[in-house]
Each structure stands twice: as structure tokens, then as C-alpha cells.
């Protein structure tokens, strides 16, 4: 998936944060998924039409 796929502003990329630890987020264009980018969390949190559904209980672990 393109960065123009998900769609995600760089306003929104600027202030999002981890639920889990309030880390900035990676954007994995692949996976279309936020990943956390605190190496101590390591959640990715997947991107589902667009829309980045940023819930602990749905993210994936990394580690």
C-alpha cells in the first residue's frame, strides 16, 4: 500500500502518540500499521480503511 493509500496527514502523524507509552509513531506502508517506535513497547496498530484504529486490545506485538 502507497502513502497516498492510508491517507494519513502530517498534522495527524505529528501529534498521534502510542496509547500504550505515548511514543511518536513509524508508518509501515506495508503492513498498513502505526508502529510504536519506543523500543521498550513495540505494538503496531493496524490502519483499517483509512482509518488508524489506535485500540491496545487490537495491536499486534512486534517483539
Request: net charge negative.
Amino acid at each position: 500500500m502507497s502513502e497516498a493509500d492510508m491517507d494519513l496527514s502530517p498534522e495527524f502523524l505529528a501529534i498521534a502518540a502510542c496509547p500504550a507509552c505515548h511514543a511518536k509513531f513509524a508508518v509501515d506502508y506495508d503492513r498498513t500499521e502505526l508502529v510504536c517506535t519506543a523500543a521498550t513497547c513495540g505494538l503496531a496498530y493496524p490502519v483499517k480503511d483509512r482509518i488508524p484504529v489506535l485500540v491496545v486490545d487490537q495491536a499486534r506485538s512486534t517483539r
